[in-house]
């Protein structure tokens, strides 16, 4: 396990905001600098599991990592069968990661996100974020996230539960992600609380959970759910291959 929080900054925001594509936002980058011009004017959006969701695209590096973003639908698309697709592809020498952004901001509640990919055993510089966040700049660093990764470190953990900032000390807890390939992912976020789990959805056993109810849940800001895949740092796979994940569907459940 990595020594400090250096070694595995989660969103990989050391020296970028997230510039959230297609959103319409005002966001900065570390130093004041504007972030760069989207791929389009009118950003791309998707159909999935019965929501509108905007294709993130950039053509110049941006957080996380910083990466390129491509909004193609040979990095994001939705098969005939309704599951998502996310892929990390390589082209004219750059390699570019996808992300989608729900136009719709649920609030509290259940968000559980069914993957369909084993996401245990890939490359250390790939990154699956589940999460939340916000374009309100004064709630940027309140976010949720379940995430896959080991960091750049093959000896890491692959997957961990956070809530943002992660370097506070209880904010964050790392597990391992089995070799399954159909798995459910979901935190339920109530005002004082955020309770997470993950389980094998073909035997229905418990891989792992927690809940966190210290100082810094967020409030509600119109944080959107969002899923990404990603290079820690933008170093390239080491296979120098193309890397994929299928996502079946998203739920977001209102508290009762």
Known sequence: ???????????????????????GAAVLLAGGLAA???????????????????????KSRVGPGPNYFSSSP????????????????????????????????????????SLDSAVGGWD???????????????????????????????????AQYVVQPYDTVGNMVRFNEPAATRTLHSFTWRAGSVAFSSLDRDTGGLISGWTYSGGDVPVFAGANPRMNLWLFQGRAPASGKAVEVVISGFEHVPLV
């Open 1 to 23: 396990m990595p020594s400090s929080a250096l070694d595995h900054p989660p969103l990989g925001r050391r020296g970028f905001l997230r510039a959230a594509g297609g959103m």
């Open 36 to 58: 760069p011009a989207a791929e389009a004017a009118a950003p791309r959006t998707i159909a999935f599991s019965g929501r509108t969701w905007t294709v993130k695209g950039y």
């Open 74 to 113: 040979n990095n994001v698309w939705v098969d005939s069968s309704g599951a998502l697709h996310l892929k990390i592809t390589k082209s004219a020498g750059k390699w570019y990661c996808a992300e989608v952004i729900c136009n719709e901001a649920p609030g509290y509640g259940t968000y559980r996100f």
């Open 124 to 158: 250390p510089s790939v990154v699956l974020g589940l999460f939340t966040w916000s374009d309100a700049l004064a709630y940027h660093n309140q976010e949720i996230d379940i995430e896959f990764a080991r960091w750049g470190s093959a000896a890491n953990l692959n």
